[in-house]
């Protein structure tokens, strides 16, 4: 913060609480890279998806996530996801991808795959978002957020996206497994959803993104400020 190291910032918080919408625009006000932790999971699901491997085989998964080639690229607003070379920047995002990736990403091998490379693509300064940015990847960040909204709010965001996918999706599914999935993040054994010891937590329920964005903004501004006085 101070210019003798990168500035690093932690996004976590639940599915569907805002967190790649909040990440990319504070990447591009402050000027850095933004890493979608949770879209390097769900590459994983997808080549799981379009493997051989089974599912419920973790040391079978462990190892396809230790040796498959996958990638984050662009600015902010235009952020792509390669898998092997191939772009899946659309394809991860389909509700059998977003199912899979709650399933694997709760598996040991697969977090410490994905962890050794978000530290290795934030470590020159980055906004990361995910589930244990602040607890795990990240853990001397220099700002922390945890960002969260009500079931019924967060479940309402993720129907209006994947309706434009599916559209048989209905709320009451969507709702479902966003309560399923808040349950296995928070119940797994590895790196378990958890609000850090010294992050902010922003409720975002009733704030638009806008509102959110400039709220984080003046509190990284701040703390960048006390830092370089001292």
Do not use: W
Not at 116 to 138: K, P, S, Y
């Amino acid at each position: 913060m101070n210019g003798k190291k990168p500035l690093i910032i932690a996004i976590d918080g639940p599915s569907g609480s805002g967190k790649s919408t909040l990440g990319r625009m504070l990447a591009r006000a402050l000027g850095l890279v933004y890493l979608d932790t949770g879209s390097m999971y769900r590459a994983v699901a997808l080549a799981v998806l379009e493997s051989s491997v089974n599912a419920s085989d973790d040391v079978a998964v462990g190892s396809l996530a230790q040796r498959i080639d996958i990638d984050l690229a662009g600015d902010p607003d235009t952020l792509r996801v390669t898998l092997e070379g191939r772009d899946v920047t659309q394809e991860i995002r389909s509700d059998e991808v977003t199912h899979m990736s709650s399933v694997i990403s709760a598996i040991p091998a697969v977090r410490r795959a994905m962890v050794e490379r978000q530290r290795e693509l934030g470590r020159r300064g980055a906004v990361l978002n995910g589930r244990d940015i602040g607890t795990v990847v990240f853990p001397d960040a220099d700002v922390k957020f945890y960002l969260t909204a009500s079931p019924e709010v967060r479940a309402e965001r993720r129907f209006i996206e994947s309706r434009e996918q599916d559209s048989k999706a209905t709320f009451e599914a969507t709702l479902a497994e966003m309560v399923r999935r808040d349950q296995r993040d928070a119940e797994r054994g590895d790196s378990p959803l958890a609000i850090a010891d010294d992050a902010v937590v922003i409720d975002s329920s009733g704030l638009t993104v806008e509102e959110v964005c400039e709220r984080v903004l003046e509190l990284v501004r701040a703390r960048m400020k006390h830092e370089t006085r001292v």
